[in-house]
């Protein structure tokens, strides 16, 4: 895949999603960089060419074969209404690419209960045609405008009777006296293709590498390795306390009677469990950050 016209052109996204993803391709391997002004990022591949797109647009662009292959959300993908094949799907919260929502809000004092309520009414939202699909599924006419940014101060300010808006805990609705009527879809980040290129074997095999490293990546954020040294007589009550993703590596050290114990566990409960360790009889004990796991 070395000569130009068989690179895989990728699509990253441009807008919020961006750090977190230049972030978890560093952590897959790849060193993606990009000038303040540029929509054209270095990445250290020679088998890729990477373009900087708005998530909105992403799907369009990769079902129409100007991009190989992209990482959008799975919301603009049904938006567009794009034919384009799904990778690999991409999701974990510290990553900043947790799964999301779509929802129907009005301010709490409104008399709108029910997507049956918006009858006639008015709506904002940036998602306009899959809300346009959802109302027409409950057999409700309403006008709704696209919105090109501060939604919720539309509706808080009297503007448009409801907005239909993206959310992750609800938190923001709320900080602007806004309540959750109804969540339309949910949806997560996905890496995906158009299906001339999947039918490509190099490209195809290129996804795929890239597709494992970046969930390896993924599922690295939730783990942590921990080691430590254990005596022969506290080796099964060290090991009964691992919760380890399969069976702990256990190895002799130089010492007759020691051994070295090396596993994976969920960072959430490491502080809890190393005391309990140190208790046990382990010493020596090391924690340390993961860049990628692959099951």
């Known amino acids: 895949m070395n000569p130009a016209s068989t ?66 959300g799975e919301d603009w993908i049904q938006e567009n209404g794009s034919d384009v094949h799904r990778v690999q799907e991409l999701v974990y919260a510290k990553t900043g690419m947790n799964p999301v929502r779509w929802v129907l809000a009005v301010p709490n004092a409104s008399p709108i209960k029910s997507v049956k309520d918006l009858e006639g009414k008015r709506i904002a939202t940036e998602l306009k045609g899959f809300t346009e699909k959802y109302l027409k599924q409950h057999g409700v006419k309403a006008d709704v405008e696209f919105s090109w940014g501060a939604t919720e101060v539309k509706v808080a300010s009297g503007l448009v009777d409801a907005i ?3 959310t992750e805990t609800g938190s923001s609705l709320r900080a602007n006296n806004l309540r959750i009527v109804e969540t339309l879809c949910h949806s997560t980040t996905q890496f995906i293709s158009n299906k001339k290129a999947w039918a490509d074997a190099r490209k195809k095999e290129k996804m795929e590498h890239i597709a494992m490293l ?59 469990l190393i005391p309990k360790l140190k208790e046990a009889g382990a010493e020596g004990l090391i924690e340390y950050p993961l860049n990628k796991v692959i099951y």
Do not use: H
């Open 214 to 272: 970046l969930l390896g990546a993924i599922y690295a954020e939730a783990k942590v390795g921990l080691k430590m040294n254990v005596s022969k007589d506290n080796l099964q009550r060290v090991i009964a306390l691992l919760p380890a993703m399969k069976k702990p590596t256990v190895s002799g050290l130089a010492t007759d009677g020691w051994f070295d114990v090396d596993t994976i566990i969920d960072e959430k409960i490491v502080r809890g």
């Open 164 to 166: 239909v808006e993206l």
């Open 7 to 72: 690179k895989l052109k990728l699509g990253l996204p441009k807008g919020s999603l961006q750090e977190s993803t230049f972030k978890m391709f560093k952590k897959a391997g790849f060193n993606v960089s990009v000038s303040s002004r540029s929509y054209f990022p270095y990445i250290d591949d020679e088998e890729i060419e990477c373009v900087l797109i708005r998530a909105q647009e992403m799907s369009r662009y990769v079902e129409d074969g100007a991009l190989d292959c992209g990482i959008t």
